[in-house]
């Protein structure tokens, strides 16, 4: 009701410091915080931490967050303890064990961040039986389905944990948004129909670009000259990122350094720290890099090479602009790439080899769209946009026709 919602703000402001919530945000915690389970929806970046975070500062009882990597719960546990939240981490990297169990036994907790793996053990839920719960959040939902990008089979346990306390509200959250997949997690989890709420994906300040390969050092050297600032260019493996690192660096006298998991951990943290800090400097890395990481003006992201999925291109690209300013999108595609992933296929097991294939299938839709890519991105994401954007390359420069029939002629070949 009504007075939950002014406590809510109050809290927004007093806790977090925030004048107002973002989006739906306020939608989410309306919901959570009159016990109804929810799925919430929202583009990286829109704030779906602060979603469990505030209700966990006002309910009272300990909410219980699911979060799948311990490098992002320790980033969340700074920022939640700096707010002067009462949080801590039950992870096999933290020595702290029996504190926490002894604090969360008596009531001292707001939030409690686990892995996964933990809901399976029969410990745990005893422990969890022991004091009030407030909320169940289960951080990267999307983990739980097959048709997610990211399926891990520890996110079944959930369910049997969070059926042992049938009175505790469950809030899901994903930045994945396709139909099947939300359906999916709905199901798996055991939210209501009628508990999604889907945030615009919209990110109407990034230009979004998809050409053909020919040289990438030439290609992404042009885009850095025609784009000063912070930017990502993500390439497909380790040797590629070295590579292309070196050989940016030597063609623009610019700042490049490389990210990936092969690298020293010293190196890896050093080229991150100082790309954050950094105005110009570009970070030419694997997936790997990007995740968690909070830096709002990144002025481009390039692709060399096709990402994994319309969600995975979704979230990398989406690591541009987020303080809103003019960015851009870039991907440079090979028919090549198209087929290396198609051979990968054939080495899938038969029920993970069609979610793939559809959502390999979906990306080349995208890349070879002779219309506008936003659209063709927000409608895979459920939502119903303007035929054409006016910021992306096919609405800004339309393909003639004949361009369009080489395009098909490489997919169809590849
Ligand atoms: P997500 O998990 O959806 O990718 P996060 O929860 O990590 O996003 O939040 C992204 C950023 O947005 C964080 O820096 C957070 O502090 C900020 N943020 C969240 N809610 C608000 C708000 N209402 N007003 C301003 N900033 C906010
Ligand atoms: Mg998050």
Redesign the pocket.
Known sequence: DGDNLDRAREA?RST?G?????GR?EDVVERVLNGQSTLAV?????????TYQLPAVMMPGTCIVISPLIALMHD?LR?ARANGVRAATLTSADADWRETQDAFRAGELDLLYVAPERASQPGFRDMLGAAPLALFAV?EAHCVSEWGHDFRPDYRQLRPLMDAFPDVPRLA?T?TADRQTRADVMTQLGVPEDGLVLAGFDRPNIRYAITTRDNPVRQISDLMARQPGPGIVYAQTRRKVEELAEKLAAATGRAVRPYHAGLPAETRAANQATFVESEDMVIVATIAFGM?I?KPDVRFVAHVGVPKSIEGYYQETGRAG?DGDPSLATMFWGAADFATARQRLIELPEGRRSAERARLDALAGLVETPHCRRAVLLRHFGEDPDETCGNCDNCLDPPKVTDTTELARKLLSA
């Open positions: 927004l977090f925030f004048d107002g919530f973002r945000q929202m583009p990286t970046g829109a704030g779906k931490s602060l969340q920022s951080d959250l930045a968690g909070d987020r």
